[in-house]
Structure formats: structure tokens, C-alpha cells
């Protein structure tokens, strides 16, 4: 590893040490906290969540990245849906718990950029193989986006009528919502691939749907269902694809070659 890569990370690789220390320190307080007497129910998952931290962090240093990244975005979900809320403002609960495991996650998965640049020198950019199945994909596709197109712009309009332009997780749900059928499009007129951004979104409107105060968990668990889960699956499937076609290309490159 280059000397200045290493001097680059050592300040994210002690901020990482510190994070785990507290997240651990705090969930195992209140891991002792319920156990010693009456508490809410959601102070065990809360706990739970904390001391998954310093577990993922453990196994990103030990080489299993993505895994330690599923870890903690799982674990940020997790403490929003079942965290404190109102107490503080909103942006302490960000910046001291789910806030950090979010960008840890992210961290961790970001590529090396010498080996992304490497992997784009040697699989040159073609258009997708479009077979039946891929029209019948997309056409289940289409419908998901106009789906959540309806419900994105039906949400803006109730918000703003019954309580004005405020600014609140709805926002984020919106967002996750109206990115949906621009994805689809573009998906199936170019040759980029919008897997990670769905997938991106879907996290990012099941978060945004666990933090509203308005909401049960059983009402949670239904939004999930019915409209997250669909568009993280949708993502899933456009990143196989994408794969898929790589896979392809790089077979005919190497048939070229010979």
C-alpha cells in the first residue's frame, strides 16, 4: 500500500476504534439496564444494535468488508426504527448512533479507485442483452415505478395540505419514491446500471419510514413489504444484470483475442 494511502486512512481507522469503543460502551449499558430492571422493550434491539458496531468493525479489519457493511447498515436500521426519538434533536441521533453506522457502511464499501479504474479499463461499456425475460422484468419494473411515482407525489400533496412545507423524514421517503421510474427508464435505454441506487433508496425510504413517529412497527413492517422490499429487489436484479452482461463482454473480448 502506497505511504500516502496509509496516511489518508489512519485518522478514519482511530475514528473507527473510537466509534466501536462508544457504541459498544453504550449498548452494553443498556444491555445491563434492561436486564437489571422494568424497561421498554425497545432498549434491548437498541443495545443490540450499539454493540454490533464494534463486532462489524472487527470483521471489516479482518478483511470481511462488505459483510461488516451489511452488519452495520443492518444495525443502523435496526436503532432508527427502534431508537429514542424527540427527546433530542434529531440530527444527535444522527451524528452519535445510526448516523455513524450508515457512513461506516459506506466507507467500507467504497472501491479502491485504482482497482475501479483497472476493472472500467478492461470491460468496455456495451449495450444490455435484452431477452424476453428482461422485457418481462422490466415491464414488472415499469409498473413498480409508476407505483411508487403515484404514491411519491400523492405524499407530497397530503404533507403540504394538512401541514405545510416542513422539512421531515417524509422528505427522504419522497426522494426514495420519485427515483424509482427515472431508474427504470434510464435502465432500459442505456447501458448504465441504476442496481445501487435502488438499492441505495430502498435503505434510505425504510429508514426514513422507521424514524416517522406516526408509525407503528406493524405499520412499518407493512410499508416495508410493499414498497421498499419490491425496490430493493428491483435493484438486486438490475445489478445481476449488469453483471451479467460484463460477464458476457469480457468472454468476447478474450474469444477476440484468440
Request: glycine share 10%.
Amino acid at each position: 500500500m502506497p505511504p500516502s494511502l496509509t496516511l489518508r486512512r489512519w485518522p478514519l481507522r482511530v475514528l473507527a476504534v473510537v466509534v466501536g469503543i462508544f457504541h459498544g460502551l453504550v449498548g452494553l449499558l443498556g444491555v445491563v439496564i434492561f436486564t437489571m430492571g422494568p424497561e421498554d422493550w425497545n432498549t434491548l434491539p437498541m443495545s443490540v444494535a450499539l454493540l454490533s458496531t464494534p463486532a462489524a468493525l472487527v470483521l471489516a479489519a479482518v478483511g470481511w468488508r462488505r459483510l461488516a457493511a451489511l452488519w452495520l447498515a443492518l444495525a443502523a436500521l435496526l436503532w432508527a426504527v427502534t431508537g429514542y426519538r424527540g427527546m433530542w434533536p434529531e440530527w444527535c441521533y444522527v451524528t452519535l448512533y445510526y448516523g455513524l453506522q450508515v457512513a461506516a457502511a459506506l466507507l467500507l464499501l467504497r472501491h479502491d479507485p485504482v482497482a475501479g479504474a483497472r476493472g472500467a479499463a478492461s470491460v468496455p461499456d456495451r449495450a444490455p442483452v435484452v431477452t424476453p425475460g428482461h422485457l418481462v422484468a422490466w415491464g414488472l419494473a415499469l409498473v413498480v415505478g409508476l407505483g411508487h411515482a403515484g404514491l411519491g407525489l400523492w405524499l407530497i400533496f397530503a404533507t403540504v395540505v394538512d401541514a405545510g412545507w416542513a422539512p421531515g423524514w417524509w422528505t427522504a421517503s419522497v426522494v426514495s419514491l420519485l427515483s424509482t421510474l427515472p431508474v427504470v427508464v434510464l435502465q432500459r435505454s442505456a447501458a448504465g446500471s441504476g442496481g445501487r441506487w435502488l438499492i441505495g433508496a430502498a435503505y434510505l425510504g425504510a429508514l426514513a419510514t422507521g424514524r416517522a413517529v406516526y408509525l407503528s412497527p406493524i405499520e412499518w413492517a407493512a410499508s416495508l413489504l410493499v414498497w421498499w422490499l419490491p425496490q430493493l429487489l428491483l435493484g438486486v436484479v438490475l445489478l445481476r444484470w449488469r453483471r451479467g452482461d460484463q460477464a458476457v463482454t469480457t468472454q468476447a473480448s478474450v474469444l477476440g483475442r484468440w
